[in-house]
């Protein structure tokens, strides 16, 4: 036990603690901290937000290598022959495969490639189409509410009338579906031009035309969590 | 340990009354406070203390993990009543730390020499109860994991807190608080790290403690430098005394819930959480002085000193508890009328009249000098006094049960889970500061010695009196 005698002289067998002389690295270090820690939060913000990080360009591969260049853009057919429910409900149906029949037990019946049609026409089993735009579960996103107040396809699945093969062009973030909710103006469109995949919103009408659909339409979209998380 | 013989309550106004009893040296000072940490085992009060504590502290954490596995549902939290007891245990918490702020910032300021000897454990105390306040908003989110979500950063859902919201502003406070008052503590207790680094017998000891202390070697340089920093965090400490329990109080006063929107709030908040943070540093001192054999340094006139700020922050407690019913009538609005007369005798009257007694009548012994200086009674008011102010904050989240539509109003029972998660915090709470008095230095030392006469010492012959030992430098 030490008494206060021992404090006053010099401390007998004391357990010197000394910063060894590698710690000197230590400030070099904290200082080098700070100057890489912002830009390493910089990278990962610009990364977090990046369109990659949110599936843009995700293109799975489909059963039957089915084209919408050929038939949307060449052919012309109008989005509703297929997707004929997206005015009325929440979901752009996915065509059954009576739908492609009306054409293909006609056109090119004995093609290799629609083998996979054949099978499920006789079987009357479905086709295994893979899904492009996946929401998250715990997003209730209606279609006919968007297309009943112009907005048009092309706005979230960007120029489908080009693509072979269809991918994701927008990030479909919650981020991304605000900034409309917020000014939808810019992505308005007559009700006639809905399915017009070459129709630009900007380029082809006046902010006038704009501001009047928004009107008419009395569009005020709602930024509540349950309108799209219920 | 026996009672000092000498009576510092006593005022001479002739002299100073001395703060440290029965020590003349610095170093006897430094072996008396060093000897209980250093001793190889604490005493077995500690032992069992620690049993206890740290027992509830582990149901804490498992409460956590059930409710976080199991949901919000095991509270007794119910529509109208959604802030339950997280947020009744929240308020009794943050309330708590402010004593130590008041202390180690704003009486420093002031010059108050009598804070040294307990203005270390004060600020411990605050840091242990923003640790345990801090949990309870946390898991009254409902979804720990995106927690995360308080705090504004740019993100892919475009998604922003509500900054008009007191509760955001809370976030800011608290975490502000915490920050400030970890930097203080730890700043504050450099110099004692090093006293202990260099006492040290076993090597463990001297390493911890050694990078604990950064190298502090005691020079003039380090002292200009430690002193500068100490002052101005300090000052910078000082609005948050009154700044963090105003915002605290915001939660409620911005609120539109009878009863809660009042402007007398903040303030009343303020002295409310000073009130009771006093009352819990003269809890947590009295046995600690008896334990760990400081008499001495936390003597009686430092008691006396802070049971005299319980009597006068207890008084304005009071006098907002009155001030709240005359508004209340004197308005003329009928919701917030019913409110009152509802806290006085409704279905929760006798939470009312518990946290009147506690708060108010208690306090009010402290009027006589005798009740100030005998521990049995001073301890018993401060239990009050921390009884009460819990049921302070009941009685005022409860008033959710019945606001403006009587179809929706209820009755709030806790669960088992909110009783055991009330002392489980308290559990957590004394685990960290049983683990604070064993392992680091309960008293300033440093600061401590500055107040002793042999800091002012004259050499005789020199102005003024050599007796005068603790007379100020004359200019």
């Given amino acids: 036990m030490r008494t206060s005698k021992d404090i006053d002289g010099p401390l007998e067998t004391p357990v010197r603690f000394v910063f060894p002389q590698w710690s000197n690295l230590l400030l070099p270090t904290v200082i080098g901290a700070i100057l890489v820690v912002p830009i390493y939060a910089a990278l990962v913000l610009t990364y977090g937000l990046s369109p990659v990080t949110h599936n843009v360009g995700y293109m799975p591969i489909q059963p039957i290598p089915f084209s919408h260049k050929i038939h949307a853009g060449e052919l012309g057919l109008d989005c509703r022959y297929c997707h004929n429910t997206v005015e009325y409900a929440a979901k752009a149906a996915i065509p059954p495969t009576q739908t492609c029949m009306t054409c293909h037990a006609q056109v090119q019946p004995e093609s290799e490639a629609l083998k996979p049609l054949w099978e499920s026409y006789g079987e009357g089993t479905a086709i295994l189409w893979q899904r492009v735009h996946d929401l998250p579960d715990y997003v209730f996103f209606d279609h006919s509410a968007h297309v009943e107040r112009g907005v048009g396809c092309a706005t979230c699945h960007g120029r489908i009338d080009e693509m072979d093969v269809v991918f994701q062009t927008q990030p479909l973030s919650m981020g991304w579906c605000l900034e409309c909710h917020r000014d939808p103006e810019p992505n308005l469109r007559p009700l006639d031009e809905i399915t017009n995949l070459a129709f630009d919103s900007l380029r082809d009408q006046t902010a006038q035309v704009r501001r009047g659909l928004l009107d008419i339409s009395h569009i005020s979209p709602s930024e509540d969590c349950s309108t799209c998380h219920r | ?475």
């Fill in chain 2, 1 to 475: 340990m026996n009672e000092p013989t000498i009576d510092n309550t006593f005022e001479d106004p002739c002299q100073r009354a001395p703060l440290v009893l029965n020590h003349t040296e610095f170093a006897s000072v430094t072996t008396a406070i060093c000897q209980a940490n250093e001793s190889p085992r604490p005493p077995r009060a500690w032992y069992i203390a620690f049993a206890i504590s740290s027992t509830l502290a582990s149901l804490f954490g498992l409460l956590v993990l059930y409710l976080i596995i199991t949901g919000v549902g095991v509270w007794g939290n119910h529509s109208p009543t959604m802030w339950g007891f997280p947020i009744i245990n929240f308020v009794f918490w943050i309330g708590i730390g402010h004593a130590g702020t008041l202390i180690s910032a704003i009486l420093f300021l002031f010059r108050q020499k009598w804070r040294t000897a307990i203005n270390r454990f004060a600020e411990a105390m605050t840091i242990f109860a923003v640790i345990c306040a801090g949990t309870f908003p946390v898991i009254h989110v409902g979804r720990v994991w995106v927690v995360y979500w308080l705090f504004p950063f740019p993100n892919q859902m475009d998604l922003w807190p509500q900054f008009r919201s007191p509760l955001l502003w809370d976030v800011f406070a608290v975490s502000t608080y915490f920050t400030v008052s970890l930097m203080f503590w730890y700043v504050g207790m450099i110099p004692d790290l090093a006293t202990f680094r260099d006492r040290a017998v076993t090597k463990t000891r001297a390493i911890i403690y050694g990078i604990l202390a950064l190298g502090w070697c005691g020079s003039t340089r380090h002292w200009h430098r430690y002193e500068r920093a100490y002052l101005l965090l300090a000052a910078l400490a000082t609005p948050l005394v009154l700044s963090v329990h105003s915002v605290v109080s915001f939660d409620f006063a911005v609120a539109q819930v009878p009863g809660w929107h009042s402007t007398i709030f903040p303030p009343y908040f303020v002295a409310g959480a000073i009130f009771g943070g006093f009352a819990m540093v003269v809890t947590l001192a009295v046995p600690s002085r008896q334990l760990w054999g400081l008499k001495d340094f936390i003597t009686m006139r430092h008691l006396e000193n802070m049971n005299k700020i319980i009597l006068l922050t207890g008084s304005i407690v009071g006098y907002a508890y009155l001030m709240e019913f005359f508004t209340a009538w004197y308005s003329g609005a009928r919701y917030e009328s019913f409110a009152f007369i509802n806290r006085a005798f409704g279905q929760h009257a006798w939470a009312y009249w518990i946290m009147l007694f506690c708060n108010v009548a208690a306090p009010q012994l402290f009027w006589f000098k005798r009740c100030r200086r005998s521990i049995p009674v001073m301890f018993f008011v401060v239990m009050c006094v921390n009884v009460g102010m819990w049921f302070e904050r009941f009685v005022i989240v409860i008033s959710l049960e019945q606001d403006y539509l009587p179809s929706s109003w209820a009755y709030f029972a806790p669960t088992w889970v909110d009783l055991a998660m009330l002392i489980g915090s308290m559990g957590l709470f004394l685990t960290l500061f049983l683990l604070f008095i064993r392992y680091l230095p309960v008293i300033a030392m440093a600061e401590l010695k500055a107040v002793m006469p042999e800091a002012n010492a004259h050499p005789a012959g020199a102005h003024g009196s050599a007796d005068d030992q603790n007379g100020e430098a004359v200019s």
